[in-house]
């Protein structure tokens, strides 16, 4: 075997503290399909060595549905689309540490709360600052918030209130964001990932694979993701939504969700990589075997989309031999 495509061997020289280079990831992108099932086994490598066979359960809320100000193609919240997805305003503190109570009840890790929208007003940041403390002060669950764009004072009262972790994905490559969304910039969400991390949250940083992007894209998407010193990596494939910009864009195969997210693994070896939206759409049947390469996941569903359910997802986690890794004293 070429010593390029000796992925079991590549596996191991960064298990052994070296670091993928960009050629190889898109050398991953590139392989054919009759060497998934090795891609797929050099990732667990990795996977087992640093978490072993545990699945971190996350539960995400939409706290605030639709009307967002922002044009990003893929969104089905978005101003600009005209997808029937339920709108709401903010929802309350009490709902909000409802959610959290029935989130620990699902062996969920961590609870994430989203709102759409640029960037949270003065009342919103204080709705949140409100649940956090009083989920902190009753619930032995994580928090992550997930509120658009910040500046850094936002970021640290945030903290103070008891958040753990923000999520602000960069979605894709710099090169390629103009691409999907105009009302801000790949440079802003960096930014909001730099100030989140200096605030002292743990950071919350992935992307959306199947936008039209090209394979260096992807490659480009995960060292940036390195060099922001991500902690977790969320990977969604991408589920086109009606009414959006991208409704028409073709699903991603399979095969190549796979391989993304092998490379993602080999990218960050150590950090938490979730197969997180469009999983049960893209992967189908071979949906298990993304377990063998990230080491978390979302259960009941996502924002606007439903999963395949709490139940289903720890059958098929304990089924293949795994299971929901036990939630830490907070």
Known sequence: MNPQTDWLALSRSIL????????????????????????????????????????????????????????????????????????YTLQTADQLVEG???????????????TGGRGPATTDLATMCEA????KAEIPIEICTSLG???????????????????HNLETSAQYYAQICTTHTWSDRLATAQVAKAAG???????????????????????????????????????????????NQPPLGAADALRTLVMFRL???????RVAGGREQCL???????????????????LTTPGQGYEADVAMITGAGFHVAEVENI
Do not use: W
């Open 16 to 87: 052994d503290g070296a670091a993928i280079t960009r050629a190889q990831a898109l050398a991953i992108l590139n392989a054919p399909d009759d060497e998934l099932l090795t891609l797929v086994d050099a990732a667990f490598l990795l996977r087992r060595h640093h978490f072993g066979r545990g699945v971190g359960l996350h539960v995400i809320r939409n706290a605030r549905s639709g009307h967002c100000s922002e044009d990003c193609a893929y969104c089905s919240q978005s101003a600009a689309a005209g997808t029937p997805i339920a709108r």
């Open 100 to 114: 959290a109570r029935v989130a620990h009840q699902m062996q969920a890790k961590r609870y994430c709360i989203v």
């Open 132 to 135: 956090a403390r009083r989920i």
């Open 149 to 167: 764009l910040l500046t850094a004072a936002q970021a640290r009262e945030l903290h103070a209130a008891g958040v753990d972790r923000y999520n």
């Open 201 to 247: 949250m743990d950071l919350c940083s992935g992307g959306i694979i199947g936008l039209g992007e090209s394979r260096e894209d992807r490659v480009e998407l995960a060292f940036a993701l390195r060099e922001a010193d991500a902690d977790s990596i969320p990977v969604n494939l991408f589920n086109p939504r009606p009414n959006t910009r991208l409704a």
């Open 267 to 273: 990218v960050h070896p150590n950090r938490e990589v």
């Open 284 to 302: 189908g049947p071979l949906q298990v075997l993304a377990l063998y390469v990230a080491d978390s996941m979302f259960t009941t569903g996502y």
